[in-house]
């Protein structure tokens, strides 16, 4: 990238507004958020350059967490069947124990039960770690807005990536893991998270 | 021996020859059929009136209550939709709505539709909360990102699709190069929409 101080950093979108300067991307990937591209243009070379190995061998191989609850879970196993093949993004190694996966793809409601469990799946996964809600209900309680469900998983654990849906299809899956990688690249590898 | 071997493995080599089924997906996509229920649009008519009257009966039929309408009288000099009223506000959760398509049944005049958009999934909640400028179909007498060019916010107008404000697949990556890049493909229209 070759931007090391925060004022260069915030000379480049005057530049692009000029048309000067192509967006500043890691390699393949396109830029996320703002304040990431910031924290991690801040690190200097030799840190983003070793970070940027890092956090490809992070993004590539996603192993998700069993973590089927409802009928999004029917759409996220047509995710990794061979006609959508999570596989293609390193993610097709559903682990039946969470110290062996990085990422939780909560699909379908999550009961007031169930919570608790949920959150003691997410604490025995080791460090680098991200959880996508998928779906109407886990992401926000969906139709079931009463007692009994849990208005949304992020009450419980931090969520990096929401799908919408009732349930969403296997493409709403794949275009949140791809949404997912572009995240983790962009996040500084010894970097604050959200 | 020879003879069992291939026998059992007889579909395996079949299939060894036969083409991968597998969908590429984000660079190809199996087509989504005519009635699927994505993402809504909201409609206009022909001359660029909006189809929406603000009556609320999408907001009165949709089982999880996901729709926000706050209708105003129509200006008579410079009406927004042919009918006494329009929506003022028009604002779906798009991550407590089921896709359904109870709204587009109860609208009277057709101004909802549910479209073909899938790839919604979005890093803040937020953000999923569509307003009336990312639902709006695109018209060139008025487009929403006008307004963003004039305050300096985001860059001209990139190609619109005529299915709705935010239903191009693929965000105009490096597009809207404003004080905040878009997030490609999340919110469809670049820097032009109201944040929030």
Redesign the interface.
């Known amino acids: 990238m070759g931007l090391s101080t925060r004022d260069e950093v915030l000379a480049v979108p005057r530049l692009l507004r000029a048309g000067g300067l192509q967006a500043p991307a890691l390699p393949g990937v396109i830029p996320a958020e703002r304040d990431l591209a910031d924290a991690a243009a801040q690190e200097g070379i030799f840190a983003t350059t070793v970070g940027k190995v890092i956090a490809w061998g992070r993004y590539s191989s996603l192993w998700p967490a069993t973590f089927g609850l409802a009928c999004c879970a029917i759409e996220m196993m047509a995710a990794s069947n061979a006609r959508f093949d999570l596989a293609r993004f390193g993610a097709e190694v559903f682990r039946a124990s969470p110290r062996q996966s990085d990422l939780m793809i909560v699909a379908g409601r999550v009961s007031q039960k169930m919570g608790p469990v949920l959150r003691q799946i997410y604490d025995q996964m080791p460090d680098p770690k991200w959880v996508i809600s998928m779906g109407a209900c886990a992401s926000c309680g969906g139709i079931f807005n009463n007692y009994a469900i849990i208005q949304g998983v992020d009450k419980v654990v931090p969520v990096d990536v929401y799908i919408p849906g009732c349930p969403p299809r296997p493409e709403g899956l794949l275009d949140a893991v791809i949404k997912l990688q572009k995240k983790i690249a962009a996040t500084p590898v010894n970097g604050i998270r959200e | 021996m020879f003879r069992e071997m291939v026998g059992g493995l007889r579909i395996t080599l079949r299939e060894m020859m036969t083409k991968?089924?597998?969908?590429?997906?984000?660079e190809e996509?199996?087509p989504v059929p005519p009635r699927h229920r994505g993402r809504h649009i909201l409609h206009r008519y022909d001359n660029g009136l909006e189809k929406c009257i603000g009556c609320e009966l999408c907001a009165g039929a949709c089982?999880?209550?996901c729709i926000y309408v706050q209708a105003a009288e129509n200006d008579p000099q410079h009406p927004v939709s042919p009918g006494e009223r329009y929506a003022v506000r028009y604002e779906i959760?798009?991550?407590?709505?089921?896709?359904?398509g109870y709204c587009a049944e109860a609208c009277p005049t057709e101004a909802i539709t549910l479209g073909p958009r899938?790839?919604?999934?979005?890093?803040?909640?937020e953000r999923?909360v569509a307003t009336k400028d990312d639902l709006l179909e695109a018209w060139p007498g008025f487009h929403p990102m006008a307004q963003g060019v004039a305050e300096g916010r985001g860059a001209p107008a990139p190609q619109t699709s005529p299915l709705g404000a935010g239903s191009s697949h693929q965000g105009p990556?490096?597009s809207a190069?404003?004080?905040?890049?878009p997030?490609?493909?999340?919110r469809g229209s670049g820097g032009g929409a109201a944040p929030i």
């Open positions: 991968p089924i597998t969908i590429q997906y984000p996509q199996r089982p999880v209550g959760n798009l991550m407590r709505c089921i896709y359904c899938l790839d919604l999934a979005d890093y803040k909640r999923l990556a490096g190069p404003g004080l905040r890049p997030i490609p493909g999340s």
